[in-house]
């Protein structure tokens, strides 16, 4: 339960998609058509991931992204390692439970080399012409 | 080129098309997985490193000097103990460090070399079931770990 004027979202169905955004060309790796793992390590500075739900509010939320990948909500969820999804906004929210790097080097690389993998590039889709 | 007797090849991971007359190979060769291999390794990991760090600063992200000369390092004398011939799928800076990631379909294996010296370069190995790892672990990076790691993660079981 939230606090007081706080709007609460429900869950996200597994099948809803979410978007995370690449901030520079080097996030997208050409050699195995995938993100590059880093784009999956979270800073000290941040509680978790941040995803779009859209590819519209992803470019909005960051109009300097370079392109994005996707990923299914299910596919998140069966990471062994366990993680959250958590709607925040109405277009947004953020994945949970990923440690930094400083915090849990092998956990943190387990989550972002899988994560990498169950992502799809979605540079060349049309609405990012 | 590559011996036909070299260790690599006797595991049997190149395709055959890629194979050419007179028991000669072409430099770089995918095998299952993507990953690349060929003769050159050291030298195209070294350029690459060198690459991303000119790149680094207008990425926002660049390793430190200290990492990079760790990598090179690690990778020149591991080199040394045993002929490196896989490629990296992915060499990234991140907040100083320099990571370098060898991926097949069944095994990773990443280099970790800190910002600073006043933590040690790691290794990190997995094993994948499809996506998933269903082993991980880490150890601390030396020539020889990183040459076992390497040739490791070439092999199929």
Wanted: hydrophobic share 40%; proline share 7%.
């Amino acid at each position: 339960m939230g606090t007081p004027g706080e709007i609460v979202y429900p869950e996200l169905e597994s099948t809803a998609e979410v978007y995370r955004a690449y901030p520079f060309p080097d996030s997208f790796n050409s050699r195995t058509g995938k993100p590059m793992p880093k784009l999956f390590y979270r800073k000290a500075s941040e509680t978790g991931l941040s995803v779009g739900l859209s590819p519209a509010g992803t470019l909005l939320r960051y109009p300097g992204a370079v392109g994005m990948c996707r990923l299914i909500v299910r596919d998140i969820a069966d990471c062994p390692d366990p993680l959250l999804i958590v709607q925040d906004a109405v277009d947004h929210a953020e994945i949970r439970g990923i440690p930094t790097r400083d915090e849990d080097q092998e956990r943190a690389l387990r989550i972002a080399k899988y994560l990498a993998r169950i992502a799809e590039d979605w540079r060349d889709k049309p609405f990012l012409a | 080129m590559l011996a036909l007797n070299s260790p690599v090849m006797q595991q049997g991971f190149f395709y055959a098309g890629n194979s050419s007359a007179h028991g000669e190979f072409r430099a770089l060769c995918p095998i299952e997985g993507g990953v690349v291999i060929g003769p050159d390794s050291l030298i195209r990991t070294i350029r690459e490193i060198e690459r991303l760090s000119a790149q680094g600063l207008q990425h926002g992200d660049a390793a430190s000097a200290v990492a990079q000369e760790s990598a090179k390092r690690l990778l020149s004398e591991a080199q040394m103990d045993r002929p490196i011939y896989v490629i990296p799928s992915a060499i990234e800076a991140s907040e100083g460090d320099l990571l370098i990631h060898w991926d097949t379909a069944t095994k990773s294996v990443v280099l970790i070399c800190p910002a600073s010296t006043t933590k040690p370069a790691q290794i990190y190995r997995e094993v994948l079931d499809g996506r998933r790892a269903i082993h991980s672990e880490m150890v601390e990076a030396s020539s020889h770990s990183l040459s076992s790691a390497l040739a490791w993660v070439l092999r199929a079981k």
